[in-house]
C-alpha cells in the first residue's frame, strides 16, 4: 500500500470496482526538482520533465477515467513532437498520451492560471502536423474539468 496524496491501492481498486473501471496503477507523487548551483529549483515553471504535477497528476486520477475507462497504455511525457514553423524548428510534448486499441491519445492539461498563449499555438500547430493523433485539452477551473483549445 502506497499513499499517493491521501488515497492509497485499496482506496483505487475500491472506486475502479464501483465505477467499472479498468484497474490501472496509481501515478506516482511529483518528486521535488533538484535545487540548481545558483540557488533555484530549475525551470521557471518548476516543472520537472517527465514528472507530472499536481494538476497533471489529478487529470490522471479523476477525468482521465472517465474520458477513457479502459486504455492499453497511459504514459506520461512519452515523447516531443517536432515540427517546422516558419523555419524555425518548434517542439510539442503532451502531458499524457494514452493507446487504445492502436489509436493514440494526447492529453494536454492545464491548471486556473495558466494559458500561456505560446503552450496553446504549439498544441493547435501539432494538432494539425499530427492528424493521426487524437489531441485534447483540458483546464482544472473551479473545482472541475473543463474542454479548451478546441
Known amino acids: 500500500m502506497t499513499p ?3 488515497f492509497d491501492e485499496d482506496w483505487l481498486k475500491e472506486y475502479q470496482a464501483k465505477h467499472g473501471l479498468k484497474p490501472r496503477a496509481l501515478p506516482q507523487p511529483a ?3 533538484p535545487k540548481s548551483p545558483r540557488g533555484g529549483r530549475g525551470k521557471a515553471t518548476g516543472h520537472s520533465a517527465g514528472v507530472p504535477n499536481k494538476t497533471e497528476n489529478k487529470f490522471a486520477m479523476e477525468q482521465l477515467p472517465l474520458i477513457q475507462p479502459s486504455l492499453d497504455e497511459l504514459k506520461f511525457e512519452p515523447f516531443t513532437l517536432r515540427f517546422e514553423l516558419d523555419g524555425v524548428t ?3 510534448t503532451p502531458d499524457w498520451v494514452t493507446w487504445l486499441n492502436g489509436q493514440i491519445s494526447c492529453y494536454e492539461t492545464k491548471g486556473s492560471q495558466r494559458d500561456s498563449r505560446d503552450s ?6 501539432a494538432k494539425v502536423n499530427f ?3 487524437h489531441f485534447e485539452a483540458w483546464r482544472y477551473k473551479d473545482r472541475r474539468w473543463v474542454q479548451i483549445w478546441t
Open 4 to 6: 499517493w496524496n491521501g
Open 131 to 133: 492528424p493521426m493523433f
Open 90 to 92: 518548434k517542439r510539442y
Open 31 to 33: 518528486a521535488p526538482a
Open 120 to 125: 496553446q499555438l504549439l498544441y493547435r500547430l
